[in-house]
């Protein structure tokens, strides 16, 4: 299970309201947990075979990289936050002589790559949930950012 996989299961995990989810293979155990209301279902899944297993010490924490959708600022503001789903270093563009995924004024939409946030030495790319336009970038480029920190201030579309 590669981090691209485990980042679909956790979005998976977040919408279906599903509190705790665990999978264990031979050399390799996840675990995600939401904060959501219990919800219990019982299903068997049948492992693959032998595909891309990581070694247990290398398996990810995945409540480190589980995502929360944007949140308004305050109630009165028309502009909505985007937040770091995880602990890591924060960068504007895939390399220093490439150009930033956004700038302020930009528009995007769901699903536009938005930001990296490396971790361990993974570098995620970090989809955005809302569509609209980038307002401000609240972290500096390479800066260390921490779980729920504000990235954005973006005005809906």
């Keep these: 299970m590669d981090i691209k996989q485990i980042q679909e299961l956790i979005k998976f995990v977040s919408r279906s309201g599903v509190n705790e989810v665990a999978i264990e293979q031979v050399d ?15 299903t068997t899944v049948p492992a693959p075979a032998a595909a891309a297993v990581l070694p247990a010490a290398a398996a990810v924490q995945p409540a ?68 609209g336009r980038i307002v401000k970038v609240l972290v500096d480029n390479a800066s260390p950012v921490e779980y729920d ?4 201030l973006v005005e809906p579309m």
């Design 28 to 42: 390799f155990k996840i675990t995600i947990k939401t904060n959501q209301a219990p919800t219990v279902i019982n």
């Design 64 to 131: 480190a990289i589980e995502t929360k959708p944007a949140t308004p600022v305050d109630e009165n503001s028309k502009y909505v936050t985007i937040k770091s789903p995880m602990i890591g270093t924060f960068y504007r563009s895939s390399s220093p002589d490439k150009p930033s995924f956004v700038n302020v004024g930009d528009e995007f939409s769901v699903g536009k790559v938005i930001c990296i946030i490396e971790a361990m030495k993974l570098f995620n790319e970090i989809e955005s949930e809302i569509s």
């Design 149 to 152: 920190q504000p990235l954005f």
